[in-house]
């Protein structure tokens, strides 16, 4: 199966590879564990070979994406002015629009259907998408909904070739019965552990599933650097030292 780098190099490693061409992926973890940050690894990457990206924001600033990416040297603003990326930015949208918006019933919680309108109405090929935080549509809805939702995206993406990466905190990821997880071809869990006594936390990565890719079934550490996630190692292989 073809892949496409993920742009962090153990990563790719661990994945045979990186993530699987035209295949959804979820990346799911607690606040502060590195989700948006591997969501920048593969955007950078993504363009930096040529491909046509987006990145859809459901709760993030574009200003604040642009700075994190440009501390990680790995600046996403020059791809854009390129035209190569494009941002949707739901969330500035709809606060720009809050008065009007809220007028006519519909609030802050109808990402979904912006989300849905917003892919189905593009017209150019599209090789990678990123939604940066697809659990915002779990506001509101029943299990139900949510999953049919969700299913709606997932299928349209697919349809149309296109490499996906759902990033979604892990209280949503929860709260929906971790639905999300069987709907997507890959699914990667972002951890932290605290060591109350040294104050220091390690970050832990974890691919509970990828299709048809031999992946190792152990918690890799890794850390977040002035250059981006750097994966250092696995539990097993820590346990053995």
């Known amino acids: 199966m073809e892949s496409l780098s993920t742009g962090i190099k153990g990563l790719d490693t661990l994945m045979d590879g990186g993530f699987p061409k035209g295949k959804s992926i979820l990346v799911t973890g607690p606040p502060g564990s590195g989700k948006t940050v591997l969501g920048i690894h593969f955007l950078h990457r993504s363009c930096k070979e040529g491909k046509k990206c987006i990145l859809i924001l459901t709760r993030e600033l574009t200003e604040d994406i642009f700075s994190?990416?440009?501390?990680?040297?790995?600046?996403?603003?020059?791809?854009?002015?390129?035209?190569?990326?494009?941002?949707k930015n739901i969330f500035e949208d709809k606060m720009n629009k809050i008065k009007s918006v809220s007028k006519f019933g519909k609030g802050l919680c109808a990402?979904?259907?912006?989300?849905?309108?917003?892919?189905?109405?593009?017209?150019?090929?599209?090789?990678?998408?990123?939604?940066?935080?697809i659990g915002v549509i779990a506001i509101n809805h029943d299990i139900r909904?949510?999953?049919?939702?969700?299913?709606?995206?997932?299928?349209?993406?697919?349809?149309?070739g296109c490499t996906s990466l759902f990033i979604m905190d892990e209280d949503s990821y929860n709260l929906t019965h971790r639905l999300t997880g069987y709907m997507v071809f890959g699914l990667i869990r972002l951890t932290s552990?605290?060591?109350?006594?040294?104050?220091?936390?390690?970050?832990?990565?974890?691919?509970?599933?990828?299709?048809?890719?031999?992946?190792p079934v152990q918690y890799s550490l890794f850390d977040i650097t002035p250059e981006g996630i750097r994966i250092i190692t696995g539990m097993n292989d820590l346990l053995e030292t």
């Open 68 to 87: 994190q990416s440009r501390s990680l040297n790995l600046d996403l603003k020059p791809f854009v002015e390129r035209g190569q990326l494009n941002i």
């Open 111 to 133: 990402v979904d259907t912006d989300i849905i309108e917003y892919i189905s109405s593009l017209s150019l090929k599209v090789d990678v998408m990123v939604i940066d935080n």
């Open 145 to 160: 909904d949510f999953a049919d939702e969700f299913n709606s995206i997932n299928i349209i993406l697919l349809k149309n």
């Open 193 to 215: 552990q605290e060591n109350f006594n040294s104050g220091k936390t390690k970050k832990y990565l974890y691919i509970e599933k990828m299709r048809d890719k031999a992946v």
